[in-house]
């Protein structure tokens, strides 16, 4: 028979619905208050012990649609065995390959809150041709290479770029395996040339940071020859919306207000860019030695989560859509990864976004052997969520899967303070989501019959 999953979700809505999640699955779905008895009902004869339950006809037809989406589950299955499982496979699978590129550390923005500082130079070709070699000793066993170029501002070595992209995507084309490539760039170098240069580079995701609207923006991220960069990465995003998927990041700090939210909002959607981009607020969090001198100025997880939903709110009153979506995964990040690294100008790897440039927390180097006994690999690569109870027995841990390891690992948060924002906050985002995807049903045109 089947079993009700650990990791539904059930809330009242508008219009006498309620909203129903799985956290296994990420199925989202509206049922009506009738739906829900009847649901009740069946929950309460599947958990009976009974093998054979009696089911009027309404609870058959509902049961098969809760088997889509897998609110409920065949009695045989383990939710948390199959949860380890996948987390397991993913973990140690070398079929696929995932490298974080920063060409240069070079930057042309002097942001208060980031790791860079004055670093210069870009990859040499020596470095680019070890890159190559590391994915070609893989290249016959590999389904798939995901690339994101980082930085710095990776632009500024578009050159690199180009080169190593060519030849990367040569090897797939020869190999048959594919090629997916991102990029996160400050985005004042984003213009139309660059932008095209990318698109043929086979990059299709564009992650861009705006910190606020104009009048905070050119403060916080001023450009290193003290001038304004936001009106021009504005205009910039106005064309790369129609090449590249465009998301649009801004940092969230305790002085970020609605009230800038709500001017950033308006000036986006003056520029036209209000169905084009998705917007989502990130946490700025005091991750390295640097960073310690905002950390005054920055959140506990448990406070962002509740500024956050307001912002989200924001967003659909202003006619945005929400794109942050609780989806579970496999593993939370690459640090979690057998065949994931972050690879610098130098060719230093890295297990962790939070680490590139900071020469005590490198693993190896590219053009050498792996050590995966190296203790900057192993001191991430072993946390483990299901070892926390906590984590163990969340009914949302699929989307998750213990949260960010160096939060633990190097920050030594435990509990709660490990967590992600769904964990404080998927009741309201549930209802924001719900609302966000109504919105756009009702605003897409029904085809003609």
């Known amino acids: 028979m089947s079993r009700v999953s650990r990791y539904n979700h059930f809330q009242q809505w508008q219009g006498g619905y309620r909203i129903a999640f799985n956290a296994f699955t990420g199925a989202l779905a509206l049922m009506t208050e009738d739906n829900f008895q009847t649901y009740q009902k069946l929950a309460a004869k599947l958990s009976n012990g009974n093998s054979a339950p009696i089911l009027t006809d309404a609870e058959r037809e509902l049961l098969q649609q809760l088997e889509h989406g897998r609110f409920v589950h065949p009695d045989d299955c383990d939710e948390l065995q199959a949860l380890k499982f996948t987390h397991g496979s993913a973990r140690f699978d070398r079929t696929a390959l995932a490298l974080i590129v ?5 930057c042309n923005m002097a942001c208060p809150y980031c790791f860079e500082n004055n670093k210069r130079g870009k990859m040499t ?20 290479l995901d690339l994101t170029w980082y930085g710095g501002e990776p632009l500024l070595a578009l050159d690199v770029i180009e080169i190593l992209s060519r030849r990367l995507i040569g090897m797939a084309n020869d190999e048959s395996f594919t090629y997916r490539a991102s990029i996160i760039t400050n985005g004042y170098l984003l213009d139309r040339d660059s ?10 995701v564009c992650q861009v940071t705006l910190d606020g609207p104009a009048r905070l923006h050119n403060i916080r991220r001023p450009l290193k020859n003290g001038r ?6 504005v205009d910039n995003l106005k064309y790369a919306a129609g090449r590249l998927v465009v998301s649009v990041r801004v940092n969230i700090d305790k002085s970020f207000s609605s009230a800038d939210v709500a001017e950033l909002l308006t000036e986006l959607k003056a520029a036209g860019l209000q169905q084009r981009v998705s917007v989502n607020f990130g946490m700025v969090e005091p ?11 920055c959140y506990e997880i ?30 939370f990040c690459m640090a979690q990864l057998v065949n994931a690294f972050l690879v610098d100008p130098d060719g230093n790897l890295y297990r962790c976004w939070n680490y590139v440039g900071d020469p005590a927390k490198t693993m190896g180097h590219i053009r050498d052997k792996i050590d995966y006994q190296n203790a900057n690999f192993v001191k991430l690569f072993a946390i483990d969520p299901f070892v926390d109870p ?31 924002s769904w964990k404080h906050n998927l009741s309201p985002m549930l209802e924001i989501i719900a609302r966000s995807r109504s919105q756009r049903a009702a605003s897409t045109p029904k085809e003609q019959s």
């Open 228 to 233: 304004d960069s936001f009106q021009t990465i």
């Open 287 to 297: 991750s390295s030695a640097t960073c310690a001198a905002v950390a005054e100025a």
């Open 102 to 106: 920063a060409p240069t550390l070079a």
């Open 390 to 420: 906590l984590c163990r027995d969340c009914d949302i841990l699929p989307v998750c899967l213990g949260g960010c390891p160096s939060n633990r690992a190097d920050r030594g948060l435990t509990g709660e303070q490990a967590c992600q």
């Open 302 to 331: 448990a406070d962002f989560s509740q500024v956050e939903i307001g912002f989200y709110r924001q967003l659909l009153d202003n006619g945005y859509g929400v794109e942050k979506l609780p989806s579970p995964c496999a593993v």
């Open 125 to 144: 070709p020596e470095i680019a041709d070890q890159i190559v070699g590391f994915v070609s000793r893989q290249a016959k066993t590999l389904t798939q």
């Open 195 to 204: 932008v095209d240069t990318l698109v043929d580079l086979k990059v299709g």
